[in-house]
Every structure is written in structure tokens, then in C-alpha cells.
């Protein structure tokens, strides 16, 4: 194991990765902008050092001041948590040619998996199923055409460089493909660097199911079930829960079998997720491969017992799996809330101040992973989330009043503050939600004008008993030089 591991992230992730390491005996540096030098993981690090400004381009994605501080402090190994440049293969490569170990998957894989056209490419050949669309990346809007009037409106346009719910136009009329094919390049251009994209059929009225895999250096890999993250917001996920409920053990079961077995085929290593939409037959189309932590990673943890942190941390050190499939063991129902910094009544707007109360819940079986405290100043210069309240219940019913319960509880206030917590409680009481019949359409229903919280549809179907319903700031950014006054270093005594 590591002697000491510099995290390159902030918020709640940094302290989650600090205290994983901590309870290894591992020493953490915490790399931080100027901007969170009053933050928590810098507060309770062994070391930090501020790498840059505020602005996220001179310090969390500066890959640069990143190892410099690594090589200052004698840290040994980097762990970029999510966001970022997490997935950022040349960031895992500068990282190797300066003696650093990367926590996360060979760069060669990051960049074939990162790739989204490849990736499809490689689950194909892997014997994974694809949404009908294009394997391969589209240069001309006729070619787009061609796949669109092939497979059938609704189409999606992704970018081919796309992560993060970032990239993408659903399009529903062959009229409107034109200009949603040229607007989806220029978006990706600017914010990826890559303005490749493909086209694949919009699955409008499906289930988001991840599974999350555990691969060794040694040709070694275990699944830890699935998660369904169905709630979302623009892509957006905002509610997460293990196992995906209201799925066929069978179905469970072999997304599952053909996670990892993908995983595998190209030499991932570490904490991964392989994504599938799954239509209402139980069909799965594969999505992607992410190839680090998840923001939803406590939900898994919580229903095997693994810490997937820790776990991370061994691989990247070279120790071979320490568990076998039968080791896995699934045990109730973990649901997770996002906790966001944001207005639900002005269009999610972010809502960041001063919080002058911060009081998270507590009880049994509840989690709260937050960077939050009295007295802290939430910066508009990052992403919003705040906290994430996960519960554990011996079944999904239990779990949901549970989570609603602990909502209930949490006091957060300050000037201008906002958040997500009410719209969260609405989610927890819509029929379809609670009936484990809600798909990725869930939220947009919800918002729509005039929704009284459930449609006619939605109700009608949530009153129909169920036999089996009781069973991620990214992107590429050329790398600034390091600031001029270097990394500023201080030591917790």
C-alpha cells in the first residue's frame, strides 16, 4: 500500500477518498484552489497545497500544478475522485512518465473507453447489446439522416468525446436533425475539443441501470450488483438506488454477467460502472463505461459492504483482488439523494451563500457524505452538490420512508440558499416512484405545466401490484502552465 496519496478533487469526494486512506494508514495531500482553502478535505488533510485560482481551468483540471505538488509533498500515487480529470487519459500518462501511480484504469483503456464510438465498438465485439445507430461516428449530416430514417425517431445525437450528461440532442423530427446534428458538433467541439457524434434511437420511456464492477492488474473482476438511476434531471442524476428494483432476477442477473464480462475484455482495472438503458420489455442497450468512482457509490456500498475506496486504493497498489464473486453478497435496499445547491422553482437554478445552519440527519442506517459545515461558503464557481444522504432498509418501502424521514430532517439555511431537498421529497411520493415503475421520463413529467405530481397513466399503472417490486464538472481542457508562484504548501501538525 501507499505511503502517501495526493487527492486532485474537492467537496465531498476529496474528504470521502481522505478518510478511506486514513482508515489504510495512508497519508493524504489534498491538492485545492484558492477558493476552498477554508474546505473540509483541506482542513483535515495531512497536507494540502493550493495549486491555482478559483477558476477550475488554473487549478482542479491544471494537470501540471497537479504533479508538481505531488512530486513536492513525496506522494506516491493520485487519486482524482470523479469530475475533473478523473477520466482524463493524458492526465494518467503525465502522471506514469512522472513516477505517479493514477488510481483508475491503464491510460490506453481510459482513451478507448473514453471514446464512446470505440467503446461501442469494443461492447459490441464483447457480445453487449447496442441501442440501433451507428457504431461509428457520423461526418455528414446525410450520414446522419441515412441512420435516423433507418432506426427510427426519436434519435439522440452524443457526442462522441461526451461524458457527464453533457453532449447530447434528442431529436424527433427528420425536420429537426439538421440543425440539432450542427449544434451537438459545436457544443462538443467547445467543450470537448472533439466534434465527432453518432446517432442512436432515443429510448424516451426506459429504466437507467448501472452495474458496478471491481477488475484487478491480474485478470481478476467481480460484480457488486446493479444501481438504478432513473431519476434524472437533464441527464442529470438526482436520485440513486441498489438494486435496480422491479427487474427480473434473471434480467439482474445477466446485466450483470455482461457488465463484467465487457469490463474484462479490455483490460479495465479499478472501480468501474457499465450503464444500460432498459426498455419496458427488459431489453438492455449498452450505454458506456465509466472508468472511476461514481457520485452513487455509497448505495452499492452500503448493500455489499464494500468499501469501494479502499478497494481502489489496493488495486492501484498492485494487491490482487481480496474478493472472489462468492464473497458478494446483496442485502436489502441503499437509496440515494443528491442533495443540490439549487432553486427547483427557478429552473434548478444554482443557489449558492453562506449557509448559516447546516444540520444533516442522523439515525439508524443513515449516511450523509458532505464537504458541508455552519459557516461555510458554497462557491459558485463548481458544481452544486452539497450532500448526499444515502439510507439503508431491509426493503425498498422501508428505504423510502427512511430517506424521507432524514430529508425532513436536514436543516440547511443561509442567504439565497436553496436546494434540492424539496423536490426530492416530491419524487419520494410520486405513486409511479414508490411502485418502482418510473423511468427517466419521471422528472420531465413532474415538471411539466400544471402536474399535480402524477398523470392519469402513471397512477393508473402504479396501482397495478407488482410481484417483483419487493425484490456525474469534466471534459478535456488544454493544460496551463503552472501559476508563477508555484504550489503553496502547509502541514496539519
Same mark, same amino acid.
Given at each position: 500500500?501507499?505511503?502517501?496519496?495526493?487527492?486532485?478533487?474537492?467537496? =465531498?469526494?476529496?474528504? +470521502?477518498?481522505?478518510?478511506?486512506?486514513? =482508515?489504510?494508514?495512508?497519508?493524504?495531500?489534498?491538492?485545492?484552489?484558492?477558493?476552498?482553502?477554508?474546505?473540509?478535505?483541506?482542513?483535515?488533510?495531512?497536507?494540502?497545497?493550493?495549486?491555482?485560482?478559483?477558476?477550475?481551468?488554473?487549478?482542479?483540471?491544471?494537470?501540471?500544478?497537479?504533479?508538481?505538488?505531488?512530486?513536492?509533498?513525496?506522494?506516491?500515487?493520485?487519486?482524482?475522485?470523479?469530475?475533473?480529470?478523473?477520466?482524463?487519459?493524458?492526465?494518467?500518462?503525465?502522471?506514469?512518465?512522472?513516477?505517479?501511480?493514477?488510481?483508475?484504469?491503464?491510460?490506453?483503456?481510459?482513451?478507448?473507453?473514453?471514446?464512446?464510438?470505440?467503446?461501442?465498438?469494443?461492447?459490441?465485439?464483447?457480445?453487449?447489446?447496442?441501442?440501433?445507430?451507428?457504431?461509428?461516428?457520423?461526418?455528414?449530416?446525410?450520414?446522419?439522416?441515412?441512420?435516423?430514417?433507418? #432506426?427510427?425517431?426519436?434519435?439522440?445525437?452524443?457526442?462522441?468525446?461526451?461524458?457527464?450528461?453533457?453532449?447530447?440532442?434528442?431529436?424527433?423530427?427528420?425536420?429537426?436533425?439538421?440543425?440539432?446534428?450542427?449544434?451537438?458538433?459545436?457544443?462538443?467541439?467547445?467543450?470537448?475539443?472533439?466534434?465527432?457524434?453518432? #446517432?442512436?434511437?432515443?429510448?424516451?420511456?426506459? +429504466?437507467?441501470?448501472?452495474?458496478?464492477?471491481?477488475?484487478?492488474?491480474?485478470?481478476?473482476?467481480?460484480?457488486?450488483?446493479?444501481?438504478?438511476?432513473?431519476?434524472?434531471?437533464?441527464?442529470?442524476?438526482?436520485?440513486?438506488?441498489?438494486?435496480?428494483?422491479?427487474?427480473?432476477?434473471?434480467?439482474?442477473?445477466?446485466?450483470?454477467?455482461?457488465?463484467?464480462?465487457?469490463?474484462?475484455?479490455?483490460?479495465?482495472?479499478?472501480?468501474?460502472?457499465? =450503464?444500460?438503458?432498459?426498455?419496458?420489455?427488459?431489453?438492455?442497450?449498452?450505454?458506456?463505461?465509466?472508468? @472511476?468512482?461514481?457520485?452513487?457509490?455509497?448505495?452499492?456500498?452500503?448493500?455489499?459492504?464494500?468499501?469501494?475506496?479502499?478497494?481502489?486504493?489496493?488495486?492501484?497498489?498492485?494487491?490482487?483482488?481480496?474478493?472472489?464473486?462468492?464473497?458478494?453478497?446483496?442485502?436489502?435496499?441503499?437509496?440515494?439523494?443528491?442533495?443540490?445547491?439549487?432553486?427547483?422553482? @427557478?429552473?434548478?437554478?444554482?443557489?449558492?451563500?453562506?449557509?448559516? @445552519?447546516?444540520?444533516?440527519?442522523?439515525?439508524?442506517?443513515?449516511?450523509?457524505?458532505?464537504?458541508?459545515?455552519?459557516?461555510?461558503?458554497?462557491?459558485?464557481?463548481?458544481?452544486?452538490?452539497?450532500?448526499?444522504?444515502?439510507?439503508?432498509?431491509?426493503?425498498?418501502?422501508?428505504?423510502?420512508?427512511?430517506?424521507?424521514?432524514?430529508?425532513?430532517?436536514?436543516?440547511?439555511?443561509?442567504?439565497?440558499?436553496?436546494?434540492?431537498?424539496?423536490?426530492?421529497? @416530491?419524487?419520494?411520493?410520486?405513486?409511479?416512484?414508490?411502485?418502482?415503475?418510473?423511468?427517466?421520463?419521471?422528472?420531465?413529467?413532474?415538471?411539466?405545466?400544471?402536474?399535480?405530481?402524477?398523470?392519469?397513466?402513471?397512477?393508473?399503472?402504479?396501482?397495478?401490484?407488482?410481484?417483483?417490486?419487493?425484490?456525474?464538472?469534466?471534459?478535456?481542457?488544454?493544460?496551463?502552465?503552472?501559476?508563477?508562484?508555484?504550489?503553496?504548501?502547509?502541514?496539519?501538525?
Amino acid at each position: 500500500m501507499f505511503d502517501k496519496v495526493l487527492i486532485a478533487n474537492r467537496g =465531498e469526494i476529496a474528504l +470521502r477518498v481522505l478518510r478511506a486512506c486514513r =482508515e489504510l494508514g495512508v497519508r493524504t495531500v489534498v491538492a485545492h484552489s484558492s477558493a476552498d482553502a477554508d474546505s473540509l478535505p483541506v482542513r483535515l488533510a495531512d497536507e494540502a497545497v493550493r495549486i491555482g485560482p478559483a477558476a477550475s481551468r488554473r487549478s482542479y483540471l491544471n494537470a501540471a500544478a497537479i504533479v508538481e505538488a505531488a512530486r513536492q509533498t513525496g506522494a506516491q500515487a493520485v487519486h482524482p475522485g470523479y469530475g475533473f480529470l478523473s477520466e482524463d487519459a493524458d492526465f494518467a500518462e503525465i502522471c506514469a512518465e512522472n513516477g505517479l501511480v493514477f488510481v483508475g484504469p491503464p491510460p490506453q483503456v481510459m482513451a478507448a473507453l473514453a471514446d464512446k464510438s470505440t467503446a461501442r465498438a469494443l461492447m459490441s465485439r464483447a457480445g453487449l447489446p447496442l441501442p440501433p445507430g451507428s457504431v461509428r461516428t457520423l461526418p455528414t449530416v446525410a450520414e446522419a439522416q441515412a441512420v435516423a430514417a433507418e #432506426v427510427g425517431y426519436p434519435v439522440i445525437v452524443k457526442a462522441a468525446a461526451g461524458g457527464g450528461g453533457r453532449g447530447m440532442t434528442v431529436v424527433r423530427s427528420a425536420a429537426e436533425l439538421p440543425r440539432a446534428y450542427a449544434r451537438t458538433r459545436a457544443a462538443a467541439q467547445v467543450a470537448f475539443g472533439d466534434d465527432r457524434v453518432y #446517432v442512436e434511437r432515443y429510448l424516451a420511456d426506459a +429504466r437507467h441501470v448501472e452495474v458496478q464492477v471491481l477488475c484487478d492488474n491480474h485478470g481478476n473482476g467481480v460484480h457488486l450488483g446493479t444501481r438504478d438511476c432513473s431519476v434524472q434531471r437533464r441527464h442529470q442524476k438526482l436520485i440513486e438506488e441498489a438494486p435496480a428494483p422491479a427487474l427480473r432476477p434473471a434480467t439482474l442477473d445477466t446485466l450483470a454477467e455482461v457488465a463484467l464480462r465487457g469490463a474484462l475484455s479490455v483490460g479495465f482495472t479499478g472501480v468501474g460502472t457499465v =450503464e444500460f438503458l432498459v426498455d419496458d420489455a427488459e431489453r438492455a442497450h449498452f450505454l458506456e463505461i465509466n472508468c @472511476r468512482i461514481q457520485v452513487e457509490h455509497p448505495v452499492t456500498e452500503m448493500v455489499t459492504g464494500v468499501d469501494l475506496v479502499q478497494e481502489q486504493l489496493h488495486v492501484a497498489a498492485g494487491t490482487p483482488l481480496r474478493l472472489r464473486q462468492s464473497d458478494v453478497h446483496l442485502r436489502g435496499v441503499s437509496i440515494e439523494c443528491r442533495v443540490n445547491v439549487e432553486d427547483p422553482d @427557478r429552473d434548478f437554478a444554482p443557489a449558492p451563500g453562506r449557509l448559516e @445552519r447546516f444540520r444533516p440527519p442522523g439515525g439508524p442506517f443513515t449516511r450523509v457524505d458532505t464537504h458541508g459545515y455552519a459557516g461555510y461558503l458554497v462557491s459558485p464557481h463548481y458544481d452544486s452538490l452539497l450532500a448526499k444522504v444515502a439510507v439503508w432498509a431491509p426493503d425498498r418501502a422501508a428505504a423510502l420512508d427512511r430517506l424521507d424521514r432524514a430529508l425532513a430532517e436536514f436543516d440547511v439555511a443561509g442567504p439565497g440558499v436553496r436546494t434540492t431537498i424539496p423536490f426530492a421529497r @416530491r419524487v419520494l411520493r410520486d405513486p409511479a416512484f414508490r411502485a418502482a415503475r418510473h423511468t427517466t421520463a419521471l422528472v420531465e413529467r413532474l415538471l411539466a405545466p400544471g402536474d399535480a405530481g402524477t398523470d392519469v397513466d402513471h397512477a393508473a399503472r402504479a396501482a397495478v401490484p407488482d410481484p417483483r417490486a419487493g425484490t456525474d464538472p469534466t471534459g478535456r481542457t488544454p493544460v496551463p502552465a503552472v501559476p508563477a508562484t508555484g504550489p503553496t504548501t502547509w502541514r496539519n501538525p
